[in-house]
């Protein structure tokens, strides 16, 4: 996929006014450092993702590029309520219903990485319980391969608790060009899953040494 050149939306003022508060709680009570920002790219559209242990998590991830919003999947369950639906979507998020292959879901986010814009995913497809990272579910790997944008891996380590110490760790960019020569398909996605999952294995690892 190319890049359309497109405007950005405007910012939202609900999204930013979250955002300016969450990055004072961020540095000022769990004492966030973020590491890799200069792998977050410049221009165009691109998929960020991370774990996902923490409701706050989006808003974490968001923080890893402060100068554009990213539009994130939720389940379908959150837009049930209706102010809350608007809600999330003044925050660029859009629903997806995790019990199948959401079609409606996936076009929305095909269009959010058409118009130049970030997509942002918890690959795990729901929170971690334990704190240990899941297996993986494919959708972001077919995503990124149908959309042929970078897919940048975030690792989120530490807990969110007043005055603990938590890092972020945000990896280059995953390579894929090889996968892609091969055709969009079962085997390629899984094998592009595999090398994301390896990917949050070395960011984990990173993380233990700040």
Request: net charge positive; hydrophobic share 45%; charged share 25%.
């Amino acid at each position: 996929m190319e890049n359309v050149s497109m405007d950005r939306p405007k910012r939202t003022l609900l999204y930013s006014s979250v955002m300016a508060l969450y990055a004072l709680l961020a540095r000022l009570v769990f004492r966030m450092r973020f590491i890799g920002r200069e792998h977050i790219p410049q221009a165009g559209s691109y998929i960020i993702m991370a774990n996902h242990v923490c409701l706050l998590d989006p808003l974490t991830l968001a923080m890893c590029d402060r100068s554009r919003e990213i539009h994130f999947m939720g389940k379908k369950e959150l837009f049930h309520n209706r102010f809350l639906a608007w809600v999330w979507r003044q925050a660029h998020a859009f629903p997806v219903d995790r019990g199948k292959m959401d079609m409606a879901a996936i076009r929305t986010a095909m269009g959010v990485l058409r118009s130049g814009e970030t997509l942002g995913i918890f690959p795990e497809g729901t929170r971690s319980r334990t704190g240990e990272m899941g297996p993986l579910l494919s959708g972001a790997s077919m995503l990124a391969m149908r959309g042929r944008v970078p897919v940048v891996p975030v690792y989120i380590a530490g807990r969110y608790r007043p005055f603990g110490k938590m890092t972020v760790v945000i990896g280059a960019p995953l390579p894929f060009d090889d996968l892609l020569a091969e055709g969009v398909n079962k085997e390629t996605c899984d094998r592009f899953t595999a090398r994301m999952q390896d990917a949050f294995v070395r960011l984990r690892a990173q993380s233990e040494n700040f």
